[in-house]
């Protein structure tokens, strides 16, 4: 499985961004994904998670209310639109999948099997 993220980049507080995550090697449709972030210093956190039938949503209470996970997976692709962006939401944003189809999505990092490579979001003040 390959999971390639993208969009990242500088934005001013307050702004919006929105970054991607395209799946290849599995069926996309029949798992769950998420997105975690590590900022510089600090373990890597849980952000927001999406069935993989698309109904549910998860999201950290410090995001829950500005930022959106979606997915299409028409384009095997993962979204996380983020809004009323912050300082303290600068990190490295990663998306994940795990190993087993049909399955309730995770909150634990290590329970992630793959990981995209990461695209940096720098939110300046």
């Known amino acids: 499985v390959q999971l390639q993220a993208s969009g990242g980049g500088l934005v001013q507080a307050g702004g919006s961004l929105r970054i991607s995550c395209t799946a290849s090697g599995r069926t996309f449709s029949w798992y769950p994904m998420h997105w975690f972030r590590q900022a510089p210093g600090k373990e890597r956190d849980f952000v927001a998670a999406i069935s993989w039938r698309g109904d549910s949503t998860y999201y950290s209470d410090s995001v829950k209310g500005r930022f959106t996970i979606s997915r299409d997976n028409a384009k095997n692709t993962v979204y996380l639109q983020m809004n009323s962006l912050k300082p303290e939401d600068t990190a490295v944003y990663y998306c994940?999948?795990?190993?087993?189809?049909?399955?309730?999505?995770?909150?634990?990092?290590?329970?992630?099997?793959?990981w995209g490579q990461g695209t940096l979001v720098t939110v300046s003040s």
């Open positions: 994940a999948a795990v190993q087993a189809a049909f399955g309730s999505p995770i909150l634990n990092p290590h329970e992630a099997t793959y």
